[in-house]
């Protein structure tokens, strides 16, 4: 079954750090999406791409890069770890006709 | 932007009784309307979504009703069961922001058996 995996599930790490969370799918979709979820915020999203070699940025994307190198993996890069960033974080992907999006089980992050 | 807003931040209901949910959205070109269900340790799963060339979509014990004048959209949930007991999101989305999905702030749903 196709599927959308995250890894690690759970990370701690220190600040000024860089940290990557892997995101892949198996799904062949073109979009792929990052979010965080921090309680009173819901999902927020931080980067998203429509396909190899394309990202773009989201509502909150300062700290934080993407690439897309292939169609079945989204990293996300915190360049250097901040206190602020301690979150859980998603990754999503989408067919690009239909919408319907499928979330991974996310990666809890935690700074200190 | 699209903008969502999602109320309310908690409901709590007796088993067998139903629980609504409501959303609404600011952009009028928003076209694609997804619902979510979140338990614990997990990540969102698509329960149900409308299109805007529908009003009302009815799966088993769940429906989403969209008013595009109004610009809001509700989850509304018969039957409640203590499976039921999870964080529900609502989500929008827009040709005009590319069809990212914008979420609303969630509602934490608590189905006292």
């Known amino acids: 079954d196709a599927e959308i995996t995250q890894s690690p599930r759970h990370k701690i790490t220190e600040t000024g750090r860089q940290v990557t969370l892997a995101c892949h799918q198996t799904?062949?979709?073109?979009?792929m999406f990052w979010y965080r979820q921090d309680l009173g915020h819901g999902l927020r999203l931080i980067h998203y791409?429509?396909?190899?070699?394309?990202?773009n940025k989201g509502e909150v994307s300062d700290g934080y890069s993407v690439s897309r190198s292939n169609t079945e993996d989204l990293p996300l890069t915190l360049e250097s770890a901040a206190s602020s960033q301690t979150s859980v974080y998603f990754c999503?992907?989408?067919?690009?006709?239909?919408?319907?999006?499928?979330f991974g089980q996310g990666t809890r992050l935690t700074v200190v | 932007g699209e903008n969502v807003e999602q109320h309310p931040s908690t409901l709590s209901v007796q088993e067998g009784d139903s629980a609504v949910i409501k959303c609404t959205y600011s952009?009028?070109?928003?076209?694609?309307f997804p619902w979510y269900k979140q338990e614990l340790g997990k990540g969102p799963q698509l329960i149900i979504d409308?299109?805007?060339?529908?009003g009302e979509k009815k799966d088993q014990r769940i429906a989403v009703t969209l008013n595009k004048t109004a610009k809001h959209f509700s989850l509304h949930i018969t039957e409640t069961q203590p499976e039921d007991s999870a964080v529900y999101f609502c989500?929008?989305?827009?040709?005009?922001?590319?069809?990212?999905?914008?979420f609303g702030s969630g509602t934490r749903l608590l189905v006292r058996p």
């Open positions: 999503a992907s989408s067919d690009r006709g239909s919408g319907e999006a499928f």
């Open positions: 799904w062949n979709h073109n979009n």
């Open positions: 791409s429509y396909g190899v070699q394309d990202t």
């Open positions: 952009d009028s070109a928003s076209n694609y």
């Open positions: 409308i299109r805007s060339n529908v």
């Open positions: 989500a929008a989305s827009s040709p005009r922001s590319s069809y990212k999905l914008i």
